[in-house]
Antibody, heavy 122, light 107 residues
Framework: EVQLMESGGGLVQPGGSLRLSCAASGFTFSNYGMSWVRQAPGKGLEWVAIISSSGGTTYYADSVRGRFTISRDNSKNTVYLQINSLRAEDTAVYYC???????????????WGQGTLVTVSS | EIVMTQSPATLSVSPGERATLSCRAS??????LVWYQQKPGQAPRLLMD???TRATGIPARFTGSGSGTEFTLTISSLQSEDFAVYYC?????????FGGGTKVEIK
């Protein structure tokens, strides 16, 4: 059974930083691209970033490019999201998600974690 | 950026009735679209891994269609567990984008 467990969220002041982690199990982690998707309170889903299975390729939403960095450690079955220069509008539940197909250009997600809440407030 | 527009925003349906949800792309995305279901307090769940392909374990009352810019998700006979928010997502272009969601509520 695929399991994705996010951690690292919390309350942070504007301009602050956090590193989110997502520990994966139940599948061959190094074969799959991974992504982060966020959801502001009461709002819809917003894709944030994605990383290829090897970690060599990343893409970002315009709203976070330059402030957020996605990375992975295949030896630890973990994907990370370093978030810097936080703004109030970054307040959201951050989900990690596993790509549905191991090696493909089909960037959709068949498994999601339960999310970790990031609150940006002074 | 491809803008995904879902309509209606809210759909009030009685159990056992049919629900039809629409998703429109601002430019052609071929068939590069999926649907998710999200219930309150839960993570999204993959519903359709293509315009007309149900994901593993999804019941046959869920059907989808469309290509290009117009897509439809139909729930043939709503069950209590189907009341949720539904999102479409395109993966034809970067950035990946989601629609704003359609909330299916009990009438």
């Amino acid at each position: 059974e695929v399991q994705l467990m996010e951690s690292g969220g919390g309350l942070v002041q504007p301009g602050g930083s956090l590193r989110l982690s997502c520990a994966a199990s139940g599948f061959t982690f190094s074969n799959y691209g991974m992504s982060w998707v966020r959801q502001a309170p009461g709002k819809g889903l917003e894709w944030v970033a994605i990383i290829s299975s090897s970690g060599g390729t990343t893409y970002y939403a315009d709203s976070v490019r330059g402030r957020f960095t996605i990375s992975r450690d295949n030896s630890k079955n973990t994907v990370y999201l370093q978030i810097n220069s936080l703004r109030a509008e970054d307040t959201a539940v951050y989900y990690c998600a596993k790509k549905g197909i191991a090696v493909s250009n089909n960037h959709w997600f068949d498994s999601w974690g339960q999310g970790t809440l990031v609150t940006v407030s002074s | 950026e491809i803008v995904m527009t879902q309509s209606p925003a809210t759909l009030s349906v009685s159990p056992g009735e049919r629900a039809t949800l629409s998703c429109r792309a601002s430019q052609s995305i071929s068939s590069n679209l999926v649907w998710y279901q999200q219930k309150p307090g839960q993570a999204p769940r993959l519903l359709m891994d293509g315009p007309s392909t149900r994901a593993t374990g999804i019941p046959a009352r869920f059907t989808g269609s469309g290509s290009g810019t117009e897509f439809t998700l139909t729930i043939s006979s709503l069950q209590s567990e189907d009341f949720a928010v539904y999102y479409c997502q395109q993966y034809n272009n970067w950035p990946l984008t989601f629609g704003g969601g359609t909330k299916v509520e009990i009438k």
